[in-house]
């Protein structure tokens, strides 16, 4: 008959409700060890590396694909769209003479004045490996060792302001689109002769999640309208002046505020985006 | 028998590895107003709603596929773990009361454990996104909405290949 006295006592591994405060533990200290040091850029930088051949194929199968299928659903659309583009074609090639004798008149002017040229923007071409809707960033092929730092405009070549560098590793970099939370930067929607105030109208362009933009802190006695264009305008220095954000969807007027605010329909397309481009400063 | 085991719990690890990227990098090509099916998340429920009592391969999932998530993700290292953990552990806690017709996993406790998940999923993040950044507001929008249907509406119809699978091949009647 064996002893109460002498019971051999339960190894700590066996219990289940320690196993899992042990498991628990391990994975708080992981969280906390991650997110406060670099290692999990080390961690992402080498899953990133590892993942990017799948990842490009992923890509451009998902591309030709949607192509594929947008196409068919656009047929009956595509007789009218062209139409439409011929005509503002036409439109555009009248403005396009108008402008090159304007261009004549100001270099003529510049050069009398004295001022140098603006300087072009320095680039680098740069590819979208993956992208993260949830968190309104997306993934390129191109860190620190291509000298990419952070904050640095990511635009497209029809000067399409996408966001701007939020994290580098090594290899890989995130963009933080326009549209995400922290997103936050001065802009202006540029009025011609031909509208009743031609004023340009300036504001603050935030990110508001899930693709979406807001221009706020908009005098509240400034005529915007819906399909007023907005660019960037240089103040605060975030990014080059003149690049292209988005046109007005919605405007949010209120007479008991000083300021109104207006939903943007952003320019960027992410998903139809295999190279952008990087303004070096 | 271990080393089966841990095969099994690698296979899953790719399996997971995999259909990130595929979530990542190809169906973003097909979002509606920004929204993708998050077949992560889909299969981290399935995997824990018809695990059998005992076994840990839901757990394993919920690690896998938030620790993946995670990775290829711009918030902070370890948020998808958590809700994963916690989704896994509330499936089959509920399950685990569940008792009755518990083999079978009808649709009725499919349904609403599915629908119950994906809004703490959601939430979470809004949750997590308004403490974090400063001017983003914590509300529920008519994205927010779609997305959760149209996650529950995948997760549906992949229960009912499922269930089409099982009844072809005779495991239940």
């Known amino acids: 008959m064996k002893s109460p006295i002498f019971k051999k006592p339960k190894s700590f591994f066996k219990s289940k409700k320690n196993k899992i405060g042990l498991i628990l533990f391990f994975l708080f200290a992981i969280f906390f060890l991650l997110n406060l ?57 009248a403005k396009i003479s108008n402008l090159k004798e304007l261009k004549k008149e100001n270099e003529i002017l510049k050069k009398a004045l004295g001022i140098g040229l603006e300087k072009d923007f320095k680039l680098v071409f740069v590819k979208v490996v993956g992208l993260d809707l949830l968190g309104d960033s997306f993934l390129i092929n191109k860190g620190a060792k291509d000298n ?28 933080m689109l326009i549209s995400h939370p922290e997103s936050v930067f001065a802009g202006k929607i540029q009025k011609s002769n031909k509208d009743e105030i031609s004023e340009d109208i300036y ?8 693709l979406e933009v807001l221009f706020d802190l908009i005098p509240s006695q400034a005529k915007i309208r819906k399909g007023d264009i907005l660019i960037t305008s240089a103040l605060g220095g975030d990014y080059p002046k003149g690049l292209l954000v988005g046109k007005v969807k919605k405007i949010k007027k209120s007479d008991t505020k000083p300021f109104q605010k207006a939903k943007i329909e952003p ?13 070096l400063k | 028998m271990i080393f089966y085991y841990n095969k099994k719990i690698l296979i899953l690890f790719i399996i997971f590895y995999i259909l990130t990227l595929f979530q990542n990098a190809f169906l973003i090509h097909f979002n509606i107003k920004g929204i993708i099916p998050n077949f992560v998340l889909i299969l981290v429920f399935f995997l824990n709603f018809f695990e059998k009592p005992g076994q840990y391969f839901g757990f394993w ?20 773990i958590i809700i994963f953990l916690i989704i896994s552990f509330f499936v089959k806690k509920s399950l685990h009361f569940l008792k009755e017709r518990q083999i079978q996993k009808p649709l009725v406790y499919f349904l609403p454990l599915l629908f119950f998940s994906l809004i703490v999923y959601k939430l979470f993040f809004l949750l997590v996104f308004s403490i974090s950044y400063s001017h983003f507001s914590f509300q529920i929008t008519l994205n927010t909405l779609i997305e959760i249907l149209y996650n529950f509406i995948l997760g549906f119809l992949i229960f009912c290949l499922y269930k089409i699978y099982k009844i072809k091949y005779g495991e239940i009647s």
């Open chain 1, 37 to 93: 040091t670099n290692f999990s850029n080390e961690v992402k930088n080498f899953f990133y590396f590892i993942s990017l051949p799948i990842q490009k194929s992923f890509w451009i199968a998902g591309n030709k694909i949607s192509i594929f299928f947008e196409t068919i659903f656009e047929i009956k659309n595509l007789k009218k769209e062209n139409e439409k583009l011929k005509f503002k074609n036409q439109e555009l090639l």
């Open chain 1, 148 to 175: 990419i730092s952070k904050n640095l405009p990511v635009i497209s070549e029809e000067r399409v302001l996408f966001g701007k560098v939020s994290k580098v590793e090594k290899n890989f970099s995130r963009v």
């Open chain 1, 203 to 210: 504001g603050i362009v935030k990110g508001n999640g899930n």
């Open chain 1, 267 to 279: 320019f960027f397309n992410i998903t139809k985006r295999e190279g952008l481009f990087i303004i």
């Open chain 2, 61 to 80: 999932a919920a690690l896998f596929g938030g620790f993946l998530l995670d990775i290829f993700s711009d918030h902070y290292f370890g948020l998808s």
